[in-house]
């Protein structure tokens, strides 16, 4: 579609930005379902935050994503976050609404919704997080508060996985927390009925990796893995040749970053169209 006066922008804004998928997501979204509207990446350093808020509130911007390193502190410059947002102390996506910066965070509920789209219930399951970074805490903190009663955490480093639980035990005290490192025993995990790898482990260049060996897991488990390059990391494909169902980061990103679409737009905009746009493609 071409540009003309009344297309509308959304952004992203981070740094570094150069290898983000989100300007590639968003266009052909926008592209394919016929919306007059562009997504363009700006690197923003920390200290040019400020500044640049005030120019998207200036000029109108629609809406935009934040991503590393702003994601916290890009709060004290909305008007107003939601409940999820709030709960995570981070916002990824931003909607201007006359004039008025609302902020929202999609990273742990894009997660949430590949497995209700999937049919994955997750109530009385036993989930297995393996990794404590960032995205381990949105996914953990947004399935706590969808309902599960067990998890899991698995890090190199315990501490960060004890932070995790020690949140999730005071915000939803009926969730069930344990922590653990990557070795752990057979047994402890061996009740898991949802496994996600939020650790970079198995990521281009290193493809040959493992976070845990899946013959570990019960033969109903599912796989899950944040790692989208490869497509099918080591761990997915072990798994799926012992019969495991698996679901990898491609689906993931694309949700979050849709949902985030669908937050601006106020619409739901296919999903699987953009996946598979993707995986025809080299990433
Ligand atoms: P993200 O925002 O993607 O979650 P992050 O916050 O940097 O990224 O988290 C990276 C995760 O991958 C952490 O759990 C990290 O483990 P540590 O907390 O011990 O650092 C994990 N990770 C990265 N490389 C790893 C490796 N080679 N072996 C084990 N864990 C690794």
Not at 100 to 108: A, E, P, R, Y
Request: proline share 3%; charged share 25%; net charge neutral.
């Amino acid at each position: 579609m071409q540009i003309d006066s009344n297309t509308k922008l959304y952004c992203l804004i981070g740094h570094p930005i150069s290898k983000s998928l989100s300007p590639d997501i968003h266009n052909y979204s926008f592209e394919q379902n016929n919306i007059n509207a562009k997504y363009m990446a700006f690197d923003v350093l920390e200290e040019n935050l400020e500044s640049s808020i005030k120019g998207i509130k200036a000029l109108g911007i629609n809406g935009f994503n934040v991503t590393i390193p702003h994601k916290v502190n890009i709060i004290k410059y909305l008007d107003d976050i939601d409940e999820e947002a709030k709960l995570l102390g981070a916002v990824n996506t931003v909607k201007n609404v006359n004039g008025k910066l609302i902020g929202f965070n999609t990273d742990g509920r894009g997660f949430i919704q590949v497995l209700k789209d999937k049919n994955i219930k997750i109530k009385d399951k036993n989930i297995l997080m393996i990794g404590a970074g960032g995205a381990a805490r949105a996914i953990s903190i947004i399935l706590a508060k969808e309902g599960i009663n067990k998890i899991k955490i698995l890090n190199r480093t315990k501490e960060k996985s004890i932070e995790i639980i020690n949140e999730i035990k005071e915000k939803f005290p009926n969730v069930i927390g344990t922590y653990g490192t990557l070795s752990e025993n057979r047994e402890e995990i061996s009740d898991t009925d949802i496994a996600i790898n939020c650790t970079s482990i198995g990521m281009y260049p290193d493809v040959n990796c493992l976070p845990i060996d899946p013959n570990i897991f019960p033969n109903d488990t599912i796989v899950c893995d944040i790692v989208y390059k490869p497509l099918l990391t080591k761990f997915l494909k072990v798994s799926q040749e012992i019969g495991l169902d698996t679901i990898g980061g491609l689906d993931m990103l694309i949700y979050q970053g849709i949902l985030s679409e669908e937050i601006w737009l106020e619409k739901n905009v296919d999903k699987n169209m953009v996946i598979n746009w993707f995986k025809k493609r080299k990433l």
